[in-house]
């Protein structure tokens, strides 16, 4: 395992989170609670932290938690660090964030019916990252159940050891890491090959599963602190699209190649993905409505600009090879999560 993907496993994000004005019972009000939120954990899986704090204030009732930041309900879905880095252009820490443990709004946000629903929705991305490598999802669907809560459970607890074990068995694939290769390709055929014996099984792919945040700009900006503020879900497309990694003679496939490709309604002409691969997901309501095809739905918009990309809580250089973002940034279920901000010249920005 690499310095970076222990990092990832090990990243946090400080949490300020103050209980709704309209569940408080008691006088004076309660403090906010003030918890570490892992990065590649999900928010409702912090209640066993939050709900004690706050248990003694609470209106009558059954709990139902969800957040909001701003006035924004978010996601459950999405894992944390995902929603920071795109809701949080200008990092905020702590992150202060609202919880309810009443009023669910279910009209603009999923059902949850707490940590079952999180590790089945976990489940769910595994099987469609797996049908996006392998072609079929056999080898999730046939995990025996000691195998599927140790691979649960290391995502709960942060135990990267324990998943790299038990993911082995899923044979989801590796990918060749040019970066690597460019700067020690004698010492990186060693590490491969040691790699290999210790995880027995692993097959090269060349299919990447992507789940992209993409909103737009009209206006320009130097300072992240005047980007624009998200404050509604219909300003984020939702994508979630396959790519695979092309190589050119004497040129690696970079981060920059990859987010064009990726985003062939606003680069015409940089796509490598498959027609049928391609779907779009505005984020409007449940994760999986509201699907297009976008290459069909837009008109090519030729003076977009990338004005950030935002990877674990980083902004990495676009020229880096994508072997290596997709080796060392990649989430548990085996899906890149990218969040990317367009400055649109010209033309109007996505409402």
């Not at 609202?98 to 079952?116: A, I, K, M």
């Not at 709960?156 to 970066?179: A, H, I, M």
């Not at 090519?300 to 004005?307: D, R, W």
Request: aromatic share 10%; glycine share 4%.
């Amino acid at each position: 395992m690499s310095e970076a993907q222990k990092f990832v496993w090990e990243g946090s994000i400080p949490l300020q989170i103050h209980l709704h004005q309209s569940e408080i019972t008691t006088l004076p009000p309660p403090p906010p609670s003030l918890v570490l939120a892992p990065r590649i954990g999900y928010l409702p899986l912090l209640i066993s932290l939050i709900k004690p704090h706050f248990s003694t204030t609470l209106p009558p009732g059954i709990d139902t938690i969800w957040f909001e930041y701003k006035g924004l309900p978010l996601k459950w879905y999405i894992p944390t660090g995902v929603l920071f880095d795109l809701l949080c252009v200008e990092p905020e820490r702590p992150w202060n964030l609202t919880v309810h443990f009443r009023g669910y709004p279910s009209n603009l946000l999923q059902p949850c019916e707490g940590v079952d629903s999180i590790k089945w929705s976990f489940i769910n991305s595994l099987k469609e990252a797996a049908y996006v490598i392998n072609g079929n999802c056999k080898n999730i669907m046939n995990m025996s159940q000691p195998d599927q809560a140790e691979l649960w459970h290391s995502v709960l607890s942060g135990n990267l050891e324990s998943y790299r074990r038990v993911s082995s068995k899923l044979k989801l694939g590796t990918f060749e890491d040019e970066y690597a290769e460019n700067i020690n390709p004698v010492s990186t055929k060693s590490q491969q090959s040691t790699e290999e014996t210790e995880v027995a099984g692993q097959v090269k792919t060349g299919r990447i599963p992507v789940r992209l945040y993409v909103w737009t700009v009209s206006e320009d900006f130097d300072d992240l602190e005047d980007a624009p503020e998200i404050d509604n879900w219909d300003k984020v497309s939702y994508i979630n699209r396959p790519i695979e990694i092309h190589k050119d003679d004497g040129k690696y496939f970079s981060l920059n190649d990859a987010v064009r490709s990726l985003l062939p309604e606003f680069f015409p002409g940089s796509s490598f993905v498959n027609e049928e691969d391609a779907s779009i997901n505005q984020s409007t309501g449940e994760e999986e409505e509201n699907t297009f095809d976008p290459v069909s739905s837009f008109q090519p918009l030729e003076n977009a600009e990338i004005k950030l990309v935002r990877i674990q809580g980083i902004e990495p250089k676009l020229e880096i090879p994508f072997s290596w973002v997709v080796n060392n940034l990649m989430n548990p279920e085996y899906f890149l999560h990218i969040c990317v901000c367009l400055k649109l010249s010209g033309a109007k920005a996505l409402q």
